[in-house]
């Protein structure tokens, strides 16, 4: 048996925190709540910018679109401009549009259009959704996504090893591979520099859902060469449930035609002489589709001043900082017997800004933590996803969700849960 390290060892922790100041900003449900990396809650900034564009809907009508703090007209490339420093890209590579699965639509769409080779590398511990629409991309242009769409298998059913994403390049000649930054249920976070130059060499383009990373970790896609990436803006950049989401294309893809086209990816200079002819944006601003959805764009804009603030380095260190902790005090569970582990890399670098902790009853335990106000997520078939965000949760918090999980174990609480039948968790 190990001991469970006390309460003071979590406030020893937190003494030093740069970023203690910012949890007051949050409006956090009463409890715990440890699933920002699903859905992060709101912010007094993300209040104000929403609130602000509702007073000029209401101040300005269509005018907003020209006079607006912000001209709506170009707010998407102006929110673009300020994600690119937590991406690591310039400004006009990124734009904030449509909702992740329609822009790994219109990005795996486009890039198919010009590669010789009609084949996409992907792996088989990825969220559905990517599948879904790289699939029907796939099918749309008259292949078979059975065989063109190779998923690297993981070996122990929670990570993916680079080594086997670089065996698939070279065994199935593909023409773009398509990864997460960050596993969605496990945690692992993927070598991005060392699959892009690996694709690279062999002429392949390298592109990567950063849902489970964008707003946790510093990212170098311009440095680095990513060739496009995708991510939502709702989980860690608390942008509110269903907003708007965000793309980055290299420039070296400028001009590209897009797949997806529609008159907001136009060229904006031109835009409203309404020619049929469309002439894409000269960067990434060419992926939007339709009019920019002012009030589910607006709270990003508060959100990423705040991160802005914050520092992406200074989140990512904390981040790390909150998981080896948690990791840590899971551990004394797993060496008391609690049939509890975990399921995310150890090394911090391998590691994004959520813990998986098995449990053969993960399902049950994760409604127990509910009833006792601790919000957490199930993944099939055994992961509770923790995820301490670093604005607004503490390694006391930590201590708290870890303590409460340390009881039900311990006195086997979920037992009084019925089995799983569907439904959001
Ligand atoms: C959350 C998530 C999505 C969600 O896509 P939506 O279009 O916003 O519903 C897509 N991919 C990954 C990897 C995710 O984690």
Known sequence: MSDFPSRETARELDRDD????FADRFDVPDGQYMDGNSLGPISEDAER?????????????????????EPWFTYAERLGSMTAPLVGAEEDEVVVANSTTVNIHTLVGTFLDVIDSPTVVVDDLDFPTDHYAIRAQLRQRGHDPDEHLVAVESRDSRTIDEDD?????????????FLPSVLYRSGQLLDIERLTEEAHERGILAGFDLAHSVGAIDHDLSGVGVDFAVWCNYKYLSAGPGAIAGLYVNREHFGTTPALAGWWGHDKATQFDMELTFTPADDAGAWQIGTVPMLSAAPLEGSLRMFEEAGIETVREKSVSLTDYLVELVDTLSESDYDCEVGTP??????????????????RVSLALKERDIVV????????????APLYNSHEDVWDVVDELRRILSDGAYGQFDRQDGGVT
């Open 18 to 21: 740069p970023l203690s100041e």
């Open 49 to 69: 910018t929403l609130d602000r564009v509702v007073d000029e809907w209401r101040e300005l009508g269509i005018r907003g679109w020209t006079d607006a703090d």
């Open 165 to 177: 994403v670089v065996a698939a390049m070279a065994a199935h000649d593909p023409g773009i591979v």
């Open 346 to 363: 150890r090394d911090p670098d391998r590691r994004g800004g959520h813990v998986a902790v098995e449990h053969p009853e993960a399902y």
């Open 377 to 388: 997520d199930y993944r099939p078939p055994n992961v509770v996803r923790i995820c301490p």
